[in-house]
């Protein structure tokens, strides 16, 4: 299993960014699809998880400010942040594996790092 996430970068407080992340060796379309993220000296939170069926969940940090989608026929999920707070800065990881809205599934991406400045 592979899990390839891209779009991370540095941001203004404000700005947005759009992380992508593609899957491959699962069955896409059976799996929840989440992003997580990480600061330095932090537990790994959830941020999003979409379900197979396209239900979703938020951390109410993010609700109003970011949207994850899912593209069954890209094998790929996305995370659109706008409104971005220096608060964000993280390290952020896709995960798959489970097609639960609250619990992660085995399978994590190498991350992909979001800076915001003030």
């Known amino acids: 299993v592979q899990l390839q996430a891209s779009g991370g970068g540095s941001v203004q407080a404000g700005g947005s960014r759009r992380l992508s992340c593609v899957a491959s060796g699962i069955i896409f379309s059976l799996s929840a699809m989440g992003w997580y993220r990480q600061a330095p000296g932090k537990q790994r939170e959830l941020v999003a998880v979409?379900?197979?069926?396209?239900?979703?969940n938020y951390a109410d940090s993010v609700k109003g400010r970011f949207t994850i989608s899912r593209d069954n026929a890209k094998n790929a999920v996305y995370l659109q942040m706008n409104s971005l707070k220096p608060e964000d800065t993280s390290v952020y990881f896709c995960?798959?594996?489970?097609?639960?809205?609250?619990?992660?599934?085995?399978?994590w991406g190498q991350g992909t790092l979001v800076t915001v400045s003030s």
């Open positions: 979409i379900s197979s069926i396209g239900s979703t």
């Open positions: 995960n798959a594996g489970r097609d639960s809205l609250w619990t992660p599934g085995n399978y």
